[in-house]
């Protein structure tokens, strides 16, 4: 499986940003596929994720700012990213693992990353 990320840029505070994710390879349901995000000298955290069946999940600090969704025709997820603050500054990372919920046996794999700033 690859995952190629990209839509990153710089933007000011309150500004948006959609992020987008083609996936590519061997693709297998149930699946789940998400954002991280890794702001400099800080541990990879999740943003926000997708399942298969279509659940979501976001990380507390993106809760009603953030949207995740997905196309399964084009095998790409999406993140619309919008009231950006400057301490959503960092990588973005996509993600995609062959179960929808995280057990023993899962597999991770991981997108090269896309750079948001945002300025104050």
């Known amino acids: 499986v690859q995952l190629q990320a990209s839509g990153g840029g710089k933007v000011q505070t309150g500004g948006s940003l959609r992020l987008s994710c083609a996936v590519s390879?061997?693709?297998?349901?149930?699946?789940?596929l998400g954002w991280y995000h890794q702001a400099p000298g800080k541990q990879r955290q999740l943003v926000a994720s997708?399942?298969?069946?279509?659940?979501?999940n976001y990380g507390d600090s993106v809760k009603g700012r953030f949207t995740i969704s997905r196309d399964n025709a084009k095998n790409t997820i999406y993140l619309q990213m919008n009231s950006l603050e400057p301490e959503d500054t960092g990588v973005y990372y996509c993600?995609?693992?062959?179960?929808?919920?995280?057990?023993?046996?899962?597999?991770?794999?991981w997108g090269q990353g896309t750079q948001v700033t945002v300025s104050s």
């Open positions: 997708i399942t298969s069946s279509g659940d979501t």
């Open positions: 390879g061997t693709v297998y349901s149930p699946n789940a």
């Open positions: 993600n995609y693992r062959n179960t929808e919920t995280v057990q023993p046996g899962t597999v991770f794999y």
